[in-house]
DNA sequence: CCCTGATTCGC
DNA sequence: GCGAATCAGG
């Protein structure tokens, strides 16, 4: 999306209204509030008033740049792949581990709207467009308090007696 | 954690 | 000119 005559219009106006960059970006839509501030600047209508913000900020020296490399490939994302991918038992024991699971009940978050803070557990085939995740409040892990029962499953002795693996469930749902 | 604007600089 | 990455702060 590039800057036309209007949306730079309906950007002066939101701004001098006194929106904020990421409520401009997203009512623009197809820019960041990055973009939206960049632009601002450049227009030089930066600083409407002073909301509260002295703000004196020694300048700020050259950025260090570790930009991501012209191949794409992020610096932190290079090394170890193998640790990301699942070997084939996993995959075995995590489908299982699956199965009891899907919730479709309520709200499911797409990886658009999948924030820190939800239940990253996978619904569905990821190569399903309807994929989605679980997205119910985390509870202090990735997982909401459901799923992390069935996420972390510990090993332990196949012939322990049910009581045990109820107090386990107790123990690690808080 | 969420958010805000400000700045630099590779493109 | 553009905007991601980063910073500095609320």
Redesign the pocket.
């Known amino acids: ?3 036309t005559e209007e949306r ?1 219009e309906v950007l002066k106006k939101l ?1 001098a209204e006194g ?6 970006a997203k009512q623009l839509g ?14 030089g209508l ?2 409407r008033a002073t ?18 490399r ?1 191949d794409g490939v ?1 610096p932190a994302t290079e090394t170890n792949l193998d640790e990301t991918r699942i070997r084939r038992s996993d995959q075995d024991a995590i489908v299982s581990a699956l199965q009891p699971a899907p919730v479709a009940d309520g709200e499911a978050a797409t990886i658009l709207t999948l ?3 939800m239940c990253k557990w996978p619904i569905g085939d990821p190569a399903d467009p309807k994929f989605a995740f679980c997205g119910r409040k985390s509870d202090c892990g990735p997982y909401c308090s459901e799923h992390a029962k069935v996420a972390f499953q510990p090993q332990r002795k196949r012939d322990r007696k049910r009581n045990d693996d109820e107090a386990y469930a107790r123990r690690i749902a808080g």
């Not at 929106?19 to 401009?24: D, K, N």
């Open positions: 999306m590039s800057w730079v701004w929106h904020s960059a990421s409520q401009i197809g820019v960041t509030r990055n973009a939206v501030i960049g632009k601002v600047h450049r227009l930066s600083g909301p509260s913000r002295p703000v004196k900020r020694p300048p700020r020296l050259a950025r260090p740049k570790p930009r991501i012209p992020s924030r820190d803070s």
